[in-house]
């Protein structure tokens, strides 16, 4: 158990990925918190609003899937707001995800309607993508949250799981959101009175990001303090800013051709949203 005088001694700067690789999303209270922050239409955090999304369905089915009914695997799907719809357009979806109440809202939505929606409870870099796959995704900036080598060995199940002809679509947070983050050097606190992200007892926030250059990494490190008992707990998370060259040879390397980079899930640039890219390669 952390205290306050574990935070005042706390390292800094944290080595990236030294002291924990997320947030706890697989917990299963911070994920009921979660994903209320998914459904919340009052920001674009966690999941994108309602009208977003289907902007990016409509781009997604006409441009990545060609129109075609598709066997689609959404890596880290969090409460299927994807998989839904691309089920209501006739795709046969699975979704990984570690976040219980995520995946527990995505099953009851694919039960209630009827949808072709699996959702297998995992961590991505775990889990058995198995084969088959026209199209395997990974959305919201995801794909930067894991070491080099990790992200790696994800493309590469990702590649084997692929039918012929099969398509990888990445959104990858871009090279300068990331780096912006870290080197904006940010120190900040908050507190809330009841239930917030963290916890639903009174606590204080300090998030603090950091920059590693020779990495090009960014880390978030949050201490959550209890009002009450002043236990400190700690999370910590890092992002790799890819430059587009990087992201065109790790696909290339793990066995993908036809590298497209888009400004945006939309296809062309989209003033909501500045901070991603998405980009497609496919199986010979
Ligand atoms: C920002 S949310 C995006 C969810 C969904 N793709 C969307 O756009 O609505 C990130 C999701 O990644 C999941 N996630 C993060 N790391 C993961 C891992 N190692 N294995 C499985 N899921 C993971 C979280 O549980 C969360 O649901």
Redesign the pocket.
Known sequence: MMTLADMIERKTPPGPWEEGD?IP??DPEF?ERMLAE?LSQSHHL???KREK?DQHIAWIHETVLRRKPARVL??????G??TGRLARLGCECVG????PA?LAHARAAAEREGLSCTYVQ????EADFGAGHDLVMM????FN??TRDAARRILAKARAALAPGGAVLLEPQRFETVRGEGQARTSSWYTVAGAGLFSDRAHLVCQEDFWDEPSRTKTQRYHVVDAETARVTRHVLSAVAYTEDELRRLLAETGFEGVEVHPSLIGAPDADDPWNLAVVARTP
């Open positions: 997320n999303w697989d994920s998914h966690a999941s994108r999304i959404d890596l880290a799907c969090g409460p707001l994807y990984i995800d570690f976040a995520a995992a961590d991505v870099r959305l919201s900036g995801q949250v894991f």
